[in-house]
């Protein structure tokens, strides 16, 4: 299925063709879960690990995308070390002291960095509210659903499955 054109070399872009192995599925897997900001900071991340003469594999592409969404579960503060890392990494390319990335230390350091500054910015009588999530069985589930379903007007059809 032709998807589109890219916008720098005007090759077709084809969707089967980008989900045509297993690694390849699941990198575009963990693209579509990400919100924009960053989505877009991880690609640019993701070119710092680019070898100058190749390109980069989907299963190494994978692995890194893995290994640096595994770094915290704040996606925010991510999003904002990563565009901090691409900034300056890709100064020290243009002024020709970059070399491609080998690791995630300096992404783990510029993170660290960011995320003492949220604490920081916290103000000290601030609480954080935690939904209880309670266990329900199917019968309560099932009761639960039909009185949401009556609030909101529709109708309940019951189903024999004999």
Same mark, same amino acid.
């Given at each position: 299925?032709? &998807? *589109?054109?890219? #916008? ?8 089967d063709?980008?989900?045509?192995? $297993? ?11 990400? +919100?924009?900001? &960053? ?5 640019? !991340?993701?070119?710092?690990?680019? #070898?100058?003469?190749q $390109?980069?594999? +989907?299963?190494?592409? &994978?692995?890194? @995308? ?6 915290? *579960? ?18 020290n ?12 230390? !300096?992404? %783990? ?8 500054q949220?604490?920081?910015?916290? #103000? ?10 309670? @266990? ?5 589930? %099932? ?20």
């Amino acid at each position: 299925m032709k &998807l *589109s054109r890219c #916008p720098v070399c005007h090759s077709n872009i084809h969707l089967d063709q980008l989900v045509a192995d $297993d690694a390849g599925r699941q990198l575009l897997g963990q693209f579509a879960r990400m +919100n924009y900001k &960053l989505g877009g900071n991880m690609v640019a !991340y993701l070119a710092l690990f680019r #070898p100058t003469k190749q $390109d980069l594999s +989907n299963s190494k592409a &994978l692995s890194l @995308v893995q290994e640096a969404l595994a770094l915290t *579960s704040n996606h925010n503060a991510l999003a904002e070390a990563l565009e901090q890392t691409v900034a300056s990494l890709q100064q020290n390319r243009i002024n020709g002291n970059g070399k491609q990335l080998t690791n995630h230390n !300096y992404l %783990r350091k510029v993170l660290t960095t960011r995320l003492g500054q949220i604490a920081a910015e916290t #103000p000290a009588g601030s609480t954080i509210e935690y939904k209880a999530q309670t @266990v329900t069985n199917p019968e309560e589930d %099932r009761r639960l659903f039909e009185a949401h379903m009556l609030k909101l007007g529709g109708r309940i059809i019951e189903v024999n499955h004999e």
